[in-house]
């Protein structure tokens, strides 16, 4: 099945900076792969998304990049904020049809230190 | 964006009751929902695929007769944790798929607590 490795584990920025998450899979067939911002007690939230046939793909401050031969993708935060603190998962989703399996990373937890 | 409800938020219960979950979809249908555990500082393990109509699919290692999951409808998707015992204290996610979508909506979760 997909394994999906999430670097680092946890990441402290200074305010203003940027910061930046990578992840790899292992299963070539996946082709869809979603970031998710997750704050303490609270639900995942979709914060950025991109299909295996984009390369990059940016949301204002939000940035993800995609690398299907190497089969990594990373987040990229620019201009970090407080606010910004929370856990970050990435995933690796295979759709096929109807049916579609998520495999998330294991999270970082990103602090912004004001 | 789409919402996804989940109620309770919290719940305590003594070992050897059942706790039912609910999850729905307030402003679109979800043909397929999904069931995450998460243990603290853990990432988001899949448990099962409930889609409308049909039984859930269960992932390997999890036990379906413990973890009922009912999907009767487009907006609502049950999880029955039955005979709960300490060890299934935990925080459980849902998520719903828009029909014919690929994104995932997450709920608020639920905090089991079993004493």
């Known amino acids: 099945g997909e394994n999906v490795e999430q670097h680092p584990s946890t990441l402290s920025v200074q305010e203003g900076d940027s910061a930046v998450i990578k992840c790899t899979y292992s299963?070539?067939?996946?082709?869809?792969f979603p970031w998710y911002k997750q704050e303490l007690g609270k639900g995942p939230q979709l914060i950025i998304d991109?299909?295996?046939?984009?390369g990059e793909k940016k949301d204002q401050r939000i940035a993800v990049t995609l690398n299907k031969t190497a089969k990594h993708f990373s987040l990229h935060i620019t201009e970090t904020q407080p606010e910004d603190s929370a856990v970050y998962f990435c995933?690796?989703?295979?759709?096929?049809?109807?049916?579609?399996?998520?495999?998330f990373g294991t999270g970082t937890k990103l602090q912004v230190i004001p | 964006g789409a919402v996804v409800s989940q109620h309770p938020s919290r719940v305590i219960c003594k070992s050897g009751t059942s706790v039912k979950i609910e999850c729905r979809s307030l402003?679109?249908?979800?043909?397929?929902m999904f069931w995450y555990r998460q243990f603290p500082k853990q990432s988001l393990m899949l448990m099962a695929t409930?889609?409308?109509?049909?039984?859930?699919?269960?992932e390997q290692g999890v036990e379906k007769d413990k973890f009922l999951i009912n999907h009767a409808s487009l907006t609502l998707s049950t999880l029955t944790v039955t005979s709960a015992h300490p060890e299934d204290s935990s925080f459980y996610i849902c998520?719903?798929?828009?029909?014919?979508?690929?994104?995932?909506?997450f709920g608020a979760g639920t905090r089991l607590s079993v004493l």
């Open positions: 299963d070539s067939a996946s082709n869809y």
């Open positions: 998520s719903a798929r828009v029909s014919g979508g690929n994104i995932q909506y």
């Open positions: 409930s889609n409308e109509g049909s039984k859930a699919t269960y």
């Open positions: 991109i299909r295996s046939n984009v």
């Open positions: 995933a690796a989703a295979l759709n096929s049809g109807g049916y579609q399996k998520v495999t």
């Open positions: 402003d679109f249908q979800a043909t397929t």
